[in-house]
């Protein structure tokens, strides 16, 4: 059984990729680790600061001095990743820390992106948990049962199986798949 | 089947499609710029070897447009990688900075150069790669690993989409643009109300469009989480085509029977000029519902809205006035920049009429559109409230997150831009029309 554990940001509908990683960023390489760790550190920086780790605000996803967040999850409302077609936005999240995304449906090019990057497992939840979850939150995510548990009411959710692109996100992305499936 | 299914269906080899089948399609043309170039040459590199050869060099097509007029050295370094990687894999297709070549934004040189071509597969390391629609082609954006697969394999895998069909009957009343039509459907739907799904444009108000208007149109699908957008190819689409490339192509119409997810019926003559208040691209409003609003900034520019025809509008309404705001005009290409010196309105240059109102004149890129380094030309670094006529206004989408931005059609920018405050195009419009 695999499991993803972790503590939650929390976050409200239509997160775009700017506010994921504003466009000023997308300069750095993507392989020099020197470099790469700043997609970490500015990952979620477009976020208003009002919005940013509901339902409070004002919780910087990575703090100022650190290229890591001290979340691992992000449960967020309707249409997150929504805007542009940078692959930066998952790879910044995976690069600050993030294992999973949890949220009632995503923009499809950050879906696709996600998965077949294998960068991070973007879960859809029926229904949203943006208002039940609290930042910092402790969270378990059950892979082979797609459950969510919230430690803090004990209470499990269940979340809709990856279907078709579970092989890919298994294979830990479409390259590993092609191999694994004999496409080159 | 609709046009979409069929265009996949032929791509994956096979005689039908439905809706939500995975299936693997041969790519006719890839694009990719300089922000998503770089990294996925660098995974293409990774996963396929150091020295390994693109699929079919004569179907990749670079073209550096985001990050240009800058002094941000990582930004250059991209440049960079993309001329040493264009000229390792001899590429035919890529359009250098500093050069005779040099083109600017993609989507709307992509057209301009011929490689949207009806019936064909394109897929680009960019969400606008959905403008190429209005030639019936099928379009979408990746990203850099899906990007580095085609570069290796020539292939890709897409989930067929449904159809949403959207008509516009009637002529479309002269103050209105494609702009606004957009935007009313964007504000109808929602910025998800077709995630996964193909957008079509049709009614003899959309097919009486030039190219220009109905690539606004598919250009801003992906505001509504469209995964492509299309207008049905006709003699326009064929004439602008043939113009431009000797490239034979196979156009692909909707059959008769092809079933639609849903079907939405607009009177033209209803219409209104629209906004997309801040920050979203569907917290739409009539023009007359916000008329007065302070602005401090016009923009006029991008992909959705730096074609010559968005300038020949904005001109219209501009000649002769004076403006009350910065207002920044920049060309999406180096041919529209050509063209602005070339085509005249009542005897003069567009590039006349804009410069002698003093307005900012730009050089061809994205430059403020998607905010960029902060030397970029026209971005918002500080608490702007701009009217632009872009295609997102995400917070910090144009620069800093305190601005807003204001989305709307080259008239009702030009306006607004005289005024100070949002206008409706109509108080400048010559009566007669
Ligand atoms: S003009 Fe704007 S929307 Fe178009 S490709 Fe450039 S940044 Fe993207």
Known sequence: ?184 | MTLTEKILARAAGKTKTIPGDNVWVDVDVLLTHDVCGPPAIGIFKREFGENAAVWDRKKLVIIPDHYIFTKDVYANRNIDILRSFASEQQLPYYYDVGTENYKGVCHVAMPELGFTRPGEVLFGTDSHTCTAGAFGQFATGIGNTDAAFIMGTGKLWVKVPETMKFIFEGEIPPYIMAKDLILQIIGDIGVDGATYRAMEFTGDGVMRMDMEGRMTLTNMVIEAGGKNGVVEPDETTFNYVRERTNHPFDPVYNSPDAKYHSVRVYKSSELEPMVAKPHSPDNKATVTEVKGTKLTRAYIGSCTGGKISDFEAAAKIIKGNELKIDTYVVPATTEVKRQLREVTFEGQTLWDIFESAGCHMGEASCAACLGGPSDTFGRLNHEEICISTTNRNFPGRMGSKKSQVYLASPYTVAASAIAGVITDPREYLPVTV
Request: net charge negative; charged share 25%; proline share 6%.
């Open chain 1, 1 to 184: 059984m695999k499991k993803i554990v972790g503590k939650a940001f929390v976050l409200g509908d239509d997160i775009d990729t700017d506010q994921i990683i504003p466009a000023e960023h997308l300069v750095y390489s993507l392989d020099k680790p020197e470099e790469k760790k700043f997609y970490g550190r500015f990952a979620l920086s477009g976020v208003p600061d009002s919005v940013s780790g509901l339902p409070e605000g004002g919780i910087p996803f990575t703090q100022p001095d650190k290229f890591e967040s001290d979340f691992q999850i992000i449960v967020a409302g309707k249409n997150f990743g929504c805007g542009s077609s940078r692959e930066h936005a998952p790879f910044a999240l995976q690069v600050a820390g993030i294992k999973a995304v949890i949220a009632p449906g995503y923009a499809r090019i950050f879906y696709r992106n996600a998965i077949d990057g294998g960068f991070l497992i973007p879960y859809e939840c029926f229904e949203s948990l943006n208002g039940t979850i609290k930042t910092g939150d402790e969270l378990e995510i059950d892979t082979d049962l797609d459950l969510l548990h919230h430690k803090a009411s004990d209470k499990q959710y269940p979340l809709r199986p990856l279907g078709d692109v579970a092989d890919i996100v298994e294979a830990g992305g479409i390259f590993e798949y092609a191999r694994k499936n004999k496409m080159f």
